[in-house]
Every structure is written in structure tokens, then in C-alpha cells.
């Protein structure tokens, strides 16, 4: 295996932890706020990736579709929150993984109603098509790299939002005592509907800037969703910190798994088993990753103890 | 109201007697409905036992039942292909007798859920959920990845596995089979519910410290529970794959995982007789859904919602308006 290869495998691995982490992000704010168990943040990430291919194939602009994907989880998220959630906050955990999980058979449903049940595709937009030398002779998709770009200023951008701005302070302080702070004043029902649209609307701009590299489906959130569950198991619930480094742990690991591990077991064995045990067991590693984690740091890397 | 044990054999009353009469009307269809039914409250029945009694809400319980599936599905393929599963390090062949695949399958998702359990088990709360969702995910991965029994596209075997002395193709004496499984894994739930085993396994759920302080881990309690529903589950498995005669990644798969939940909850969380109604009104409203709109996934969201927010006890809470014993 050549570096080139390697090299570009790693940026792959990256850009796909950006993309957990845009997903980890809304679903570990959720839980540190509000404490809830989210399964319908999947259907949100959904929603964007249609949201973005609708309008773009109306419009011709995948810009306004991007913003359209923003605006469209947002305010799902927004609605659904108003609707449903808010009446789980104080119900277990079981209730609110089961209400949730009925979101997602609504939401999927009423897509395929409404889209059908045939794949849309999103083409790249002509500035970000085509493919960049970088440093070295290394040719790589230009669109990935801006992903990974957009990806990390969004990160920066939340770190900013919660720890520098008037509404960081809001969140912060709701996640330690939500009582005290509504005593405070700060109506604690609109910081709630603000942080779950937050989230929702990062999960559709993840929906959004994936849907032009696979293509946009029903069902194509929930086994994001599940990455994400195991990015922030790992990471710990409720750290911002703790997803960014699950996530990037967690497509680095599959990415590089997947084109390592074939290779490494043909060095031991004929060809094709070495394809079929090499693939099968990459599946599996980000689970083995997380298993570690777990024995290691049963609340996470980041995690507080509970 | 009604009192719970009036509805627990009106339950059982019309599991027995929707069959029989749809024997006598020749609608061996519904016949297969009521299989259904009975081997999801059997899986229910596992996953209460955890959840219900444990208080650990497990979103991975598809794993075992889609292991238990596996184990009947391979064992018969290796059958009718006249291979033994392995032949190191010694040989193992391969077998269509139920009473030889069912222990292997409960042994299989028993081990798996000794494996899943000791590990998920050393968190709680939501952490337990997701990771236990995340193992099931795991295997459901790993089936499709795995060439050798169909990968993605699962594997049939096209004679149903063996009973001694029944015609397993006969669809009311599968049905008896399954039935009595049922009314085992009942019998076993309701002694659990009465032994110390069971009082701990309950105290541990309300106030873990409390039972700390008795001189219990509730560690070990738990596990042993986590095991026993495994494998009840599994058990499940192996005549849902018997059933189809077909078994693939999509009985591993988190879907799975939550209608198992969902019979449970829908029956009513923690009542010995909670899964039978949950998987009955389930399959019910599948039935009934299905035929008004193709899009009936998105009704059942909806009146599950309504259960989940308004209607706390399920089917069984309803009916009976009393809070749940245990």
C-alpha cells in the first residue's frame, strides 16, 4: 500500500468523523441539557438531506438547498420539540426512547409518502467539483476537503456559541441546575426549544453535506445515528470535547479498518478470505473500539462519573 | 375494573382459541398470525425479564433473537447440505431435530448475552441503552459482512426443522409447539417473580443501595437475568427462523430490537402476561393497519405515541387501572 493512498484514506477517515461529529454534536447537547435520549436525531439528519435535495433540484442552487436543510431540521426539530418532547423531559428513559423511536416511524414514513420510495441524488456544486493537488502531489476531492473545512469551523464555532456567548452561559448553566436558573429568570422552555433546534439543524447540515456523496434516503439516518450513539458513548455524554475526539476516533478507525485490515490479513492468507475476514471484522471494530473504551472508562473519555 | 389475572386468561383463552377456530374454518393464514404472535411474546417474555423486573433497558435484545435464528438457520442448512458446521477441532454436524437446536441456540445467545451483559453492565442509565443498541449493531454489521451464510441476503432452508412424533409443517402443530414454549417461559417468569432471586432482581430495580446494604451485588443479580432473557430470546429465535424458514440480518437488526420493546411496552412494562397482549395487538394492528394504507409504519408511530404519553401501563394498565405489581 502506497503512502499517497494511506494519506488519502486518512483524510477520508476525517471527513467522516467530521460528519459524526456534526450528528454527536445535537444528540450529546440534548442529553446534557435536557436529558433525553434522542433516536429520532437520525430523522432530523434525514429531513436536511431531503430538505437540500428538494430544493436544490427546484432551484438548481445547492446553496439554497443547504440553507433550505438548515431552516427544514431546524424548524422540524423546533416543531417536534414543542409537540412531543418537551412532555418527555421528566418521564424515564424508557418513555422517552420509545416516543422517540415513534418519531422515527413517522418521520420515515411520511417522507416515503411524500418523496417515494426511489433514492434522490445530489450532484456537487460546480465550485467544489473536481479534485485539488495538495502538498506532496496528492490529489484529492475537493468537495470532501471542504467538508472537512466546514466541519471543523462548525466545531469552532460551537465551542465559541458555548463557552464565550450570553446563550453558552444559558446552556451551560441548564445543564448543572435547570431549577436555579429558571429561577434566574431565563425561560427555561424557549432555551430548551433553542438547544433542540440547534441540534436538529446541525444533524440536517450533516444530512445535507453527505447526501451529495451517497444518496438521499429513507433510512439513510439511522445508521449515522447509531455511530453517533457510539461516538458519544465513547466521548462521554453531554462533552462537546468528548464527541469531536469520538468522532474523529471513530471514522478514523473505521475508515482505516476497512482498507487496513483486508490488507494486513492478505499477508497471512489467500486473497479473497483475507477480503471476507478482513471486511467482516472491520465492521465490527469501531464496536471493539467502544468495548475498550467501556472497560477502561465505563463514562466515557471525557465523562464525568455518575 | 377488571382485575389483571381476568385478563391474563381471557389473553391466553383467545391465543388458544383464535387458532383452533381458525383451524375449523380451514384459515391456516391466521393460524400462522397466532404462531407469530406466540413466538413474539416469547421473545417478550425474555426481554421482560430484564427490563421489566431488571429495570435494564436493553435496546439490543435482536441480537439474541437474531443469534437463536442463525443457530436454527445454519444448523439445518449444514443438514440439508449434508456438512458438518466444523470439523475442528472436532466434528460437528449439522441437524434438523428441534430439541437438538434449541438448547445450541439458547447456549449460543446465552453466552453472547453473558459476553454483552458483563460489559454493558458496567454502566447504567443511557449509557446501557446505547450500548447495548451498539452490540446488537455489532453483529448486525457483522451478518451482513460474513459471506459464508448468505451475508445480506440471509439464508433459507427449505424444510422446517423436526419435532419428534409432530408434522412441524402442519401449521396448528407448530403453533402447539411454540405454545408450549410460551407457557414454559411464563411458568419460568412467574417462579423468577416469586424466588429470592427475583426479590433481588426487583429490589435492585427500585433502590440498588438498599439491596447493596443487604449484603447483595446487585452486579451479579442483574447479569443472571440479562443471561436468562438472552435466552429466552434466542429460543424465540429459533422458531421465528423455523417459522419463515429463513433467517437474515434483518431479525439482528435495531428495528427488531425495538419491537421486541414494543411488545413489551405496548402489553404493559413488567406484567408477566404484558407480552402476549403487547405482540397480539401488535400483529393485530399490523394487520388491520397494513390493509388501510401502505404507509401504516406511520399510524403505528402515532398510536404509539399516544401509549407512550397518555396511555402509561399499556394495554394491560388500561384495562386493569392498577399499578403494576413488582
Known amino acids: 500500500m502506497s503512502v499517497m493512498l494511506l ?56 446553496w439554497l438547498g443547504l440553507a433550505a436543510s438548515l431552516a427544514a431540521a431546524a424548524a ?14 421528566d418521564r424515564d ?37 473536481g479534485a485539488v493537488t495538495l502538498p506532496g502531489g496528492i490529489e484529492y476531492s475537493l468537495y470532501r476537503l471542504a467538508i472537512i473545512v466546514a466541519g471543523f469551523a462548525v466545531a469552532a464555532g460551537l465551542f465559541w456559541l458555548i463557552g464565550r456567548t450570553r446563550l453558552g452561559v444559558r446552556i451551560r448553566a441548564g445543564e448543572s441546575d435547570r431549577e436555579m436558573i429558571a429561577a434566574l429568570g431565563v425561560d427555561i422552555r424557549k432555551l430548551y426549544t433553542v438547544v433542540f433546534a440547534l441540534g436538529a439543524a446541525l444533524a440536517g447540515l450533516a444530512g445535507a453535506l453527505v447526501g451529495t456523496i451517497q444518496s438521499v434516503q429513507v433510512g439513510m439516518g439511522e445508521p ?40 494486513a490479513f492478505g499477508t497471512v492468507m489467500d486473497a479473497s478470505d483475507a477480503t471476507a475476514i478482513g471486511s467482516a471484522l472491520a465492521s465490527m471494530l469501531i464496536y471493539i473500539l467502544m468495548a475498550g473504551v467501556l472497560i477502561y472508562r465505563p463514562q466515557g473519555l471525557f465523562g464525568e462519573a455518575h | 375494573m377488571l382485575r389483571e389475572s381476568w385478563i391474563n386468561a381471557v389473553l391466553l383463552a383467545a391465543l388458544v382459541a383464535v387458532p383452533l377456530w381458525a383451524l375449523a374454518a380451514g384459515e391456516p393464514f391466521v393460524i400462522t398470525l397466532a404462531t407469530k404472535v406466540a413466538i413474539f411474546a416469547l421473545a417478550g417474555v425474555g426481554l421482560n425479564l430484564a427490563l421489566g423486573l431488571g429495570g435494564l433497558i436493553s435496546f439490543g435484545h435482536a441480537a439474541f433473537f437474531g443469534l437463536g435464528g442463525y443457530v436454527a438457520g445454519i444448523l439445518a442448512w449444514h ?67 460474513w459471506p459464508a451464510y448468505g451475508g445480506e441476503d440471509g439464508l433459507s432452508f427449505y424444510v422446517r426443522n423436526t419435532f419428534p412424533g409432530a408434522n412441524t409443517f402442519d401449521p396448528i402443530q407448530f403453533f402447539a409447539i411454540c405454545l408450549v414454549l410460551l407457557a414454559g417461559a411464563l411458568a419460568l417468569s412467574w417462579a423468577i417473580r416469586r424466588s429470592r432471586f427475583g426479590l433481588a432482581l426487583m429490589g435492585a430495580r427500585q433502590n440498588a443501595q438498599r439491596v447493596v446494604s443487604l449484603g447483595i451485588r446487585p452486579f451479579g443479580i442483574r447479569l443472571t437475568a440479562f443471561v436468562i432473557s438472552g435466552m429466552i430470546t434466542g429460543l424465540a429465535g429459533a422458531l421465528y427462523a423455523d417459522l419463515n424458514r429463513f433467517v437474515s440480518p434483518q431479525m439482528l437488526s435495531w428495528h427488531m430490537s425495538g419491537e421486541i420493546m414494543i411488545f413489551v411496552i405496548l402489553g404493559g412494562v413488567g406484567r408477566l402476561y404484558g407480552p402476549i397482549a403487547g405482540a397480539g ?12 394504507s401502505e ?3 406511520a399510524l403505528l408511530g402515532l398510536l404509539l405515541l399516544v401509549v407512550v404519553l397518555f396511555a402509561r401501563g399499556g394495554l394491560i394498565g388500561v384495562l386493569s387501572k392498577e399499578a403494576r405489581d413488582g
Open chain 2, 79 to 145: 443438514e440439508a447440505n449434508a456438512m458438518p458446521v466444523t470439523t475442528l477441532p472436532f466434528t460437528i454436524e449439522g441437524t434438523n431435530e428441534m430439541l437438538a437446536i434449541w438448547p445450541v441456540a439458547m447456549l449460543v445467545a446465552g453466552l453472547a448475552a453473558a459476553l454483552i451483559g458483563a460489559l454493558s453492565l458496567r454502566t447504567s442509565g443511557v449509557y446501557f441503552i446505547m450500548v447495548t443498541l451498539a452490540f446488537a449493531q455489532m453483529l448486525y454489521y457483522f451478518a451482513i459482512s
Open chain 1, 7 to 62: 494519506i488519502e484514506q486518512v483524510l477520508n477517515g476525517l471527513q467522516y468523523g467530521v460528519m459524526l461529529f456534526l450528528m454527536a454534536a445535537g444528540l450529546t447537547l440534548v442529553f446534557g441539557v435536557m436529558g433525553l435520549i434522542n433516536l429520532a436525531h437520525g430523522s432530523l439528519y434525514m429531513v436536511g438531506a431531503f430538505a437540500c435535495a428538494g430544493v436544490a433540484a427546484a432551484t438548481g442552487s445547492f
Open chain 2, 295 to 297: 404507509y401504516w409504519q
Open chain 2, 281 to 292: 395487538l401488535f400483529i393485530l394492528l399490523e394487520h388491520l393497519l397494513g390493509g388501510v
Open chain 1, 93 to 129: 428513559h424508557l418513555d422517552q426512547v420509545l416516543a422517540t423511536f415513534a418519531l422515527i416511524l413517522v418521520f420515515s414514513e411520511g417522507t416515503r409518502w411524500l418523496f417515494g420510495s426511489f433514492p434522490l441524488y445530489l450532484s456537487v456544486p460546480e465550485v467544489l467539483s
Open chain 1, 224 to 263: 449515522v445515528l447509531i455511530l453517533a450513539f457510539v461516538v458519544i458513548v465513547i466521548g462521554g455524554i453531554g462533552s462537546i470535547k468528548g464527541a469531536l475526539v469520538g468522532a474523529l476516533l471513530v471514522g478514523m478507525t473505521d475508515t482505516l479498518g476497512k482498507v487496513l485490515l483486508p490488507v
Open chain 1, 76 to 89: 422540524a426539530g423546533a416543531l417536534v420539540e414543542v409537540a412531543v418532547i418537551r412532555r418527555l423531559y
